[in-house]
């Protein structure tokens, strides 16, 4: 015969939901689901409130339970859980993923048309969530891993990077896959962001030198 009354609010004490009867009996039920109504991200001081009262204000409730459950919702480029469904992604246009349920892997792929100096790098809210990276080639060949950006000053995101200069391993022409997941697979990452961005290698042509008329390349009619 108990009968509750139960109110959700924002960090700014606004009003988002109002159940009485939803639950069970006459106890109250509010429920936000992903794809729907889902909330977004909050977390101290930008937290939610909610309020209990007994309806009408005229008994007691010797006892009740409030129980809450919650899961990150997936992001808008899911399903990417393997390089056949890997998201494309562009130089210069960082994506927003998260790593949910625990377990989860993001895959992302690019296409390079000339010799490039590439950077790879994930970051976020949380200098605590665990990434790890792997960049492949078309094949699926591993070709570099990175897990803690600099463990010693608490940043555990992910970078991978590649230069131009002799030795320093420029990616050729061709498709890429990029894995990324949590180091410790029982936790999800509600929310990092990953930056990519290429830049074309000015390597010289296969007429160089050709920058006097005493070093000029011969063109043949036709």
């Known amino acids: 015969g108990d009968d509750t009354q139960l109110w959700l609010y924002d960090s700014q004490v606004n009003e988002l939901e109002y159940n009485d009867n939803g639950g069970s009996g006459a106890f109250s039920r509010i429920e936000r689901l992903c794809g729907d109504d889902a909330l977004p991200p909050a977390s101290y001081p930008e937290s939610y409130f909610y309020k209990i009262e007994e309806k009408g204000g005229d008994a007691a409730i010797d006892r009740y339970d409030i129980t809450l459950r919650s899961g990150v919702c997936p992001d ?105 997941d949590n180091q410790y697979q029982k936790y999800d990452i509600d929310r990092y962001q990953i930056e990519f961005s290429a830049l074309a290698c000015n390597d010289p042509d296969q007429y160089e030198p050709d920058d006097t008329w005493q070093q000029a390349s011969k063109i043949m009619d036709g």
């Open 76 to 180: 808008a480029y899911e399903p990417d859980n393997g390089w056949q469904e890997a998201s494309e992604i562009e130089s210069g246009a960082p994506q927003k993923h998260n790593i949910a349920p625990p377990g989860d892997e993001d895959w992302l792929t690019f296409d390079l048309e000339g010799r490039s100096a590439i950077r790879l790098e994930t970051s976020g809210p949380d200098l605590t969530s665990d990434t790890r990276m792997w960049l492949y080639d078309a094949h699926r060949n591993e070709l570099a891993f990175s897990d803690d950006i600099n463990w010693e000053d608490g940043n555990l995101y992910s970078y991978i990077g590649r230069g131009c200069g002799a030795g320093e391993g420029a990616l050729p022409v061709g498709t890429y896959y990029v894995k990324i």
